[in-house]
């Protein structure tokens, strides 16, 4: 069992960047798979990235080359990059962590870009 906790989350123009970060209430060194994912109103909760133990990613197409997954065991926290954000970017943003078959989330953070 793990609590996850999101935060960096605000408003920026187009073209900005902001870091996220997930804070996790234990280890995360062996948690396999941990992500995130957002929500945009009125549409789907939709994958963002995704990194393993191994620090192997994956990204949704629509965010390669913009944003960086990462996580540093040492402090049981995950974090996301997000460069070069559009307004399409805006959504709330959720962490999530896959252990023993169960899914994990965060509360959210609100991430707002403006044309």
């Known amino acids: 069992q793990v609590q996850l906790v999101e935060s960096g989350g605000g408003l920026v123009q187009a073209g900005g960047s902001l870091r996220l970060s997930c804070a996790a209430s234990?280890?995360?060194?062996?948690?396999?798979?941990m992500g995130w994912y957002r929500q945009a109103p009125g549409k789907q909760r939709e994958f963002v990235a995704g990194i393993g133990s191994g620090d192997s990613t994956n990204y949704a197409d629509s965010v390669k080359g913009r944003f960086t997954i990462s996580r540093d065991n040492a402090k049981n926290t995950m974090y996301l990059q997000m460069n070069s954000l559009k307004p399409e970017d805006t959504a709330v943003y959720y962490c999530d962590a896959f252990i023993e078959g169960r899914f994990y989330w965060g509360q959210g953070t609100q991430v707002t870009v403006s044309s």
């Open positions: 234990r280890s995360i060194f062996s948690i396999n798979r």
